[in-house]
């Protein structure tokens, strides 16, 4: 396996970052994980665009533009000759010395890592995963925004312990009012009375590109969508839930805490929806050529 560290690809024994790395000591750093889809980068721009912001709001700089880190990405990919992959690109604060000082570390680190997709099984796509709802509670937005996509995970990994420990795939956080707002690594939606609910931004979310995709699908399709507040108990009743992610996609929910759901019509809808638009939107890059990455560089 090859791995890009700042600007070198290279094998990964020997892709390696200094212990004082920022990102290391501080969990001082964003990233965002990319799905490839048969050498397509799935939304490409919506990922970088999201990192940018991640950045921006921890007020650290990039040193490499949209252009330029999208070839770095492909680079990597064509380094380990994969065409369905997973991506992870990592941007931390860089190396400085001891202390909290972002000005101590005076150039990012960047790390892109590829590695072949492994899919999840299909009984979870067929029968539907398990959640709970966490003791944890979910970061408030004025300590640390979770629309920062940051390397500071323990929140959403105290949450991962509390779901293994109770054998589920996937924690749900509330927030510190009691609202729901989303999985360690996932976005939650549900479907009621003939509305798709999910959080809204304010509950203190990713917003997930997925997320978006699918709020888009769901109204192409004719069903009405509602981004608001909802409890535990507006969660309980409903006909039937899935999760969302970059690499779940559409994923349905069979069970949360002793809740259990079918995995139902909308669900299965918006998965083959989902699809659908994966298909499309490769075969659209690829009509378009290496252009559509390579332009303005
Ligand atoms: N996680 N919420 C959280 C806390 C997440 O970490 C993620 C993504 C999402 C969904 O975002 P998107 O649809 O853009 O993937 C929501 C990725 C998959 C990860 O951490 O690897």
Not at 35 to 42: Q, S
Request: proline share 4%; aromatic share 10%; glycine share 6%.
């Amino acid at each position: 396996m090859y791995v890009y560290v700042n600007g070198k690809i290279v094998p990964s024994k020997e892709a390696v970052v200094s212990v004082f790395d920022h990102g290391f000591l501080y969990g001082d750093g964003v990233y965002e994980t990319l799905r490839v889809y048969d050498g397509v980068v799935f939304k490409i721009d919506e990922h970088l665009w999201r990192l940018f912001r991640s950045a921006s709001l921890i007020g650290l700089s990039i040193p490499l533009d949209a252009n330029h880190l999208k070839l770095a990405l492909y680079d990597t990919l064509m380094a380990n000759a994969l065409r369905n992959a997973y991506l992870r690109l990592t941007v931390t604060r860089g190396k400085g010395p001891i202390g909290l000082d972002p000005d101590l570390c005076p150039q990012p680190t960047i790390v892109i890592i590829a590695q072949e997709f492994r899919e999840y099984p299909r009984a979870y796509y067929e029968q539907g995963i398990h959640l709970i709802i966490a003791k944890t509670r979910r970061n408030d937005r004025r300590a640390i925004n979770p629309q920062i996509k940051s390397l500071n995970f323990l929140n959403n990994i105290l949450a991962k312990i509390e779901a293994k420990k109770n054998n589920a795939h996937e924690a749900l956080l509330l927030n510190s009012r009691g609202n729901l707002t989303e999985g360690t690594i996932s976005n939650i939606f549900f479907y009621s009375d003939g509305i798709l609910c999910t959080p809204s931004v304010d509950c203190g979310i990713l917003d997930g590109i997925t997320r978006s995709l699918v709020l888009d699908l769901a109204l192409r399709e004719g069903i009405a969508v509602r981004e608001a507040k909802y409890t535990k108990k507006d969660i309980y009743s409903a006909e039937e839930a899935f999760i969302t992610n970059t690499t779940m996609e559409v994923m349905p929910v069979s069970r949360i805490d002793e809740r259990v759901f079918p995995v139902g019509r909308i669900s299965r809808l918006l998965r083959t929806a989902y699809r659908n638009e994966v298909r499309a939107y490769c075969a659209h890059v690829k009509a378009k050529g290496p252009s559509l990455w390579a332009e303005e560089t």
